[in-house]
């Protein structure tokens, strides 16, 4: 299957700061990128999809000036939590989709864990 | 949009027994079914998906069928073993649309 790697695996941050989570594909082009976050013990949580090129679109409830998401390549988005609190404090899994190759499959990057203190 | 619901949250089995999960999804458009296992901290992996148009399939020890009348697919793991222990999604999509995720199912295999 195709690879989807993350960077960094793990940050800890003051409060106030930003971070910045690269996805990349590593042997795809993907036309789809996803972000998604999930707290202990819950489901994925979809937070917005992101199409090479073009403006993410983001689910209800998430901040797009918060969470920024820029897709410049096909191989990269990009995540940008601006002025992080410990609220944020998650763990923040990108996938990738090409659906030329593969139709609806995702591949899953290995997460990120987020931790602002 | 499209709604995604899993059942049971948890699940006990002793080694060697089947172990069966169930979702159901709103969206009749939907036409992609897979199931991700997720140890803790790790990223979701695929373990069998299935498309609109077939009503079950089957890989190893694993299965999956789908009653698109009844907008219903289910898990099927036989003959389980203690490193089958992890959580497990489902989810829907339709062509080229986001995944919507079930709330997850903890399976714990007891040897």
């Known amino acids: 299957g195709a690879v989807v790697s993350q960077h960094p695996s793990w940050v800890i941050c003051k409060s106030g700061t930003s971070v910045k989570i690269e996805c990349r594909s590593l042997d795809f082009q993907a036309t789809t990128m996803f972000w998604y976050r999930q707290f202990p013990k819950q489901s994925l949580m979809l937070m917005a999809t992101s199409n090479e090129g073009s403006k993410a679109t983001y689910e209800q409830g998430v901040e797009k000036d918060k969470f920024l998401i820029n897709h410049a390549s096909l191989t990269l988005s990009t995540l940008t939590v601006t002025s992080a609190h410990p609220e944020d404090s998650s763990f923040y899994i990108c996938s990738a989709r090409s659906t030329v190759h593969w139709g609806n499959e995702q591949f899953f990057g290995p997460g990120t864990r987020l931790t602002v203190l | 949009g499209e709604n995604v619901e899993q059942h049971p949250s948890t699940l006990s089995v002793q080694e060697g027994d089947s172990a069966v999960i169930k979702c159901t999804y709103s969206d009749s458009a939907s036409n992609y079914f897979p199931w991700y296992k997720q140890e803790l901290g790790k990223r979701p992996q695929l373990i069998i998906d299935?498309?609109?148009?077939?009503g079950e399939k089957k890989d190893q020890r694993i299965a999956v069928t789908l009653n698109k009348t009844a907008k219903h697919f289910s898990l099927h793991i036989t003959e389980t073993q203690p490193e089958d222990s992890a959580v497990y999604f489902c989810?829907?999509?339709?062509?080229?649309?986001?995944?919507?995720f079930g709330d997850g199912t903890t399976l714990t295999v007891k040897p």
């Open positions: 989810a829907a999509s339709a062509n080229a649309g986001k995944s919507t």
């Open positions: 299935i498309r609109s148009n077939v």
